[in-house]
């Protein structure tokens, strides 16, 4: 069972209009069926199922290619560099095999069409040590150390070395999963000998070390994978159908129950994207929901008849509809939402989301201080204190001690205050304030505790006085012969304890000086 979450509309969406039009949407690849798609580097790419590319920039203007002769299988784009990978289908001349190829294209380049640049080829079946089987996943390390091609049978190809200048057709291996079950998915993490691949069946996940000479293989989780993709951390982040799964590397992470079958997983800015689908629902529609998983609750949640696809690029999610539509989803400012959230008096969520997200701290102590207020409204003053005393460095003491004298409440102005001298920040007033609380309290166990506590400062004579006026001159005394104040000791024995005696044999203890000069 799903655990409840608060929901929110902390997106904006919109569609993405064609150029020049304010009420006509861009469609990728009207007339066919799209089959994959990627991004990074700046650029949104897509493949459908005739062998064409659609590729959107930061413009948000469509363009295309035609990349394969049948179709295209799966794209991947580079994010430092300005390549994009294909895998797709070409026809042979005696039209009896499939043609199966890699492809690489510089897109900051032309070629004399006015393409994109077609810069390798590389065959996927170059022979028959490789079975064949419908290509299902491709990935790629940044530097093009590392390209992998995952199959339906359940095997992954992969190609190791400069493959930027080499030909790599003699430089792969195959790995096969014991389950052979379809590859869905494939990530890189890491570089160099610690580069890490991982994995991602229909029933499992795994990881393989690929500077290793023999390929290790570790099972992950065993279930009905429906969809993954990596986290800011690269660690990867498993769709099943009832939950979401987070590894640690090489180790398991963190587990979400979040109910209903699972058809795309993203990562933006820390929140985890998913389209969903409700199996008990009459009517099949997905979900697209953006889920804040620190902080517990849903960021924005909304029904589409289809979603093919997601992608994060431009500081937004993009979605792409079933009739091939695309879908943008703006984050709202941070004002915007702290204002939503302060109007539902959701100040804890508000202070989490603003933390969590590295905000100004001035902007954190307003929100201690709305809350502060909203709770002593409320007359929760002990809650209260508690923020206040968070503001503490950034907030004016006098507006937290007016409000405390004003209705009474000696203990929370004594908490508050107390926290003051516990930062160091506290004025000789306030010393005398906090001591006339604890003389009013008649509180002996804290007023013993604050004047013997050496790790806190405060203006002694002032402390002095204050104790003598409320006759506690046991501890005033105590005060004074800590601290050496010799006319304040025999002043109390004398003037208010008549202990003459004692204020005699304490000069005795005295140097000569000192001595006659009391």
């Known amino acids: 069972m799903s655990l409840q979450w608060r929901r929110f509309q902390f997106f904006e969406t919109s569609e993405v209009k064609e150029e020049g039009s304010a009420s006509t949407p861009i469609q990728l690849s009207p ?4 089959a994959c798609c990627t991004s990074g580097h700046g650029t949104m790419v897509f493949g459908d199922n005739e062998g064409n590319i659609h590729l959107l920039g930061r ?18 784009q580079l994010t430092s560099q300005n390549i994009l990978l294909a895998v797709g289908e070409d026809k042979l001349a005696n039209q009896q095999h499939k043609l199966i190829q890699l492809k690489m294209w ?3 380049k032309e070629d004399k069409n006015g393409g994109p640049l077609l810069v390798r080829i590389q065959k996927i079946f170059p022979s028959k040590n490789i079975e064949e089987s419908p290509v299902t996943a491709l990935a790629a390390v940044d530097d093009m150390t590392h390209v992998a091609v995952g199959l339906e049978n359940g095997s992954v190809i992969l190609y190791r070395g400069d493959l930027m200048r080499d030909r790599i057709q003699n430089r792969h291996s195959v790995l096969v999963a014991d389950s052979k079950a379809k590859v869905t998915a494939l990530y890189f993490r890491g570089s160099g000998k610690q580069t890490m691949l991982y994995v991602v069946t229909t ?3 795994y990881y393989y070390f690929t500077a290793a000479k023999i390929e290790t293989l570790v099972s992950l989780k065993d279930g009905n ?11 990867l982040v498993l769709g099943y159908q009832e939950a979401i799964f987070f590894t640690l590397g090489d180790d398991n992470g963190p587990c979400y129950g979040i109910d209903g079958v699972k058809h795309c997983l993203a990562w933006f800015r820390g929140y985890l994207v998913l389209v969903s689908t409700d199996p008990t629902a009459s009517a099949p529609v997905h979900r697209l929901q953006v889920y804040d998983l620190k902080n517990r609750f ?5 029904t589409f008849p289809e979603i093919k696809c997601l992608l994060c690029e431009f500081g937004s999610i993009f979605a792409v509809t079933g009739d091939r539509k695309v879908i943008q989803l703006k984050e709202k400012d941070t004002q915007t939402k702290l204002d939503m959230l302060f109007k539902k008096n959701l100040f804890v969520i508000a202070i989490n989301l603003a933390s969590s997200n590295d905000f100004d701290e001035s902007l954190v102590i307003d929100i201690y201080r709305k809350f502060g207020d909203h709770l002593y409204a409320k007359g929760d003053y002990d809650s209260a204190v508690d923020q206040y005393v968070k503001t503490i460095g950034r907030l004016e003491p006098s507006y937290i001690i007016r409000k405390f004298l004003d209705v009474q409440r000696t203990q929370n102005l004594t908490q508050y205050l107390q926290a003051l ?6 004025s000789s007033d306030h010393t005398t304030l906090l001591l006339n609380c604890y003389t009013k309290l008649k509180d002996s166990a804290h007023l013993d505790a604050f004047i013997k506590d050496p790790s806190l400062h405060f203006d002694i004579d002032t402390a002095i006085n204050v104790l003598r006026q409320a006759e506690f001159y046991d501890h005033a005394l105590s005060l004074a012969l ?9 002043t109390i024995q004398i003037d208010d304890r008549k202990a003459y005696g004692s204020a005699l044999e304490y000069l005795w203890t005295l140097p000569f000086e000192q001595c006659r000069e009391h």
Request: charged share 30%; with cysteine; hydrophobic share 35%.
């Open 31 to 34: 007339k066919y069926d799209l």
């Open 203 to 205: 029933k499992e996940a």
């Open 59 to 76: 413009d948000l203007k469509p363009a295309s290619f035609k990349a394969f002769e049948v179709k295209v299988d799966r794209v991947f």
């Open 106 to 108: 510089f897109l900051d």
């Open 225 to 235: 994978l429906t969809c993954s993709t990596l986290n800011g951390d690269q660690d």
């Open 298 to 302: 849903i960021a924005f949640s909304d």
């Open 421 to 426: 001298h516990e930062k160091h920040l506290a």
């Open 482 to 490: 800590r601290h050496q104040h010799h006319a304040h000791y025999l």
